[in-house]
């Protein structure tokens, strides 16, 4: 609680390999100053440093693995109510939160909603499509084709906002793509419908990321403002939706919801939203975004390999899997890049000083 109230408005910029998760690179390029530079603070701890990113690395994970354990493995038929669930305990744990002190962003006003728009927009997208592409899809597919994110933002921070990405960035991202490319070719058990939504959450994510860095006149809602009141403009229609496409019925009439177990998953999949948003600030903050995107590159190579055993909708043949190691090493040579390209900045940075 004292790190939210010290910590929420500073500046942070997480990891563009990750987020999958989801939400993770969703919160990308927001940042400025030391954290942005890869430098963690001074004052933190080695057990602090490791600490925090083995909680960003442990929340990003068991997100993924929770969401399609309720999704595929427990049958619940609607990704679309997990969004809610969603939703409200973002909104509850944030209202809660500034009631008491423990975060501060400013209250609604006519003006919110036009300075971040068309952010609640694309973060409904980025929600259910996402969700929708983790109940079908295996979660080594669903991690591959999730690098067409990175493939995204650059293309939209090179069109909208003239940022040229370095040769090296381009090379590993060819790789991550080509990579992701052989392993849908040689999908066993390719969905055309279920590409199409994780390509869509793939445009949502970029397209947040992008937007972020345009919106500087909203920053100074902070992270958990933009939070709060993206599922605050959102959580009405998402819930009309619901209605009228019969999710809602659907899922009222789930006949396990008095199974202790499902509850318990159901529950972590609705708050574990909020909780990786804040790992991810937690993790940016104390050590860097490059620990964050090395960490999230680590993790998507984790996900990978499980869910060939777990979930039980990977169909393995030769030619996926050696087009899913080509996209993982891509991932590690991208973070290599990334940090190497840092460190060139920040020894240029001294140079200056």
Known sequence: CGFLMSKENSPVQPSEVNRGEELATAEENMGEGKEAKGEPPQSASI?????????YGVSSFVIVIVIKSVLTSNGFPSSQVVGLGQMVATLAILR????????????LNPSIFRRIWPLPAIYLGNLMFGLSSTKSLSLPMFTVLRRFT???????EEILLRYHSSTGVRICVVMMIGGSLVAALSDLAFDGIAYIIVFLNDICTAGNAVYMKQKLDAKDLGKYGLMYYNALFMIFPATIVAWYTGDLSKAL?????????????????????FILIYSTVLCTSINSALTTTIVGCLKNIFVTYFGMFFGGDYVFSLLNFVGLNVSMIGGVFYALVKYKEQQKQKAGGLQRQ
Do not use: E
């Open 47 to 55: 057990v602090l440093q490791i600490s925090a990113a083995l909680f």
């Open 96 to 107: 809660t939160c500034k009631s008491v002190g423990v975060v501060s962003f400013p209250n």
């Open 150 to 156: 990175i493939l995204l933002t650059l293309l939209g």
């Open 253 to 273: 009439a789930y006949p396990y919801w008095n199974n202790v177990f499902f509850d318990v998953q159901f529950i972590m999949a609705c708050v574990m939203g």
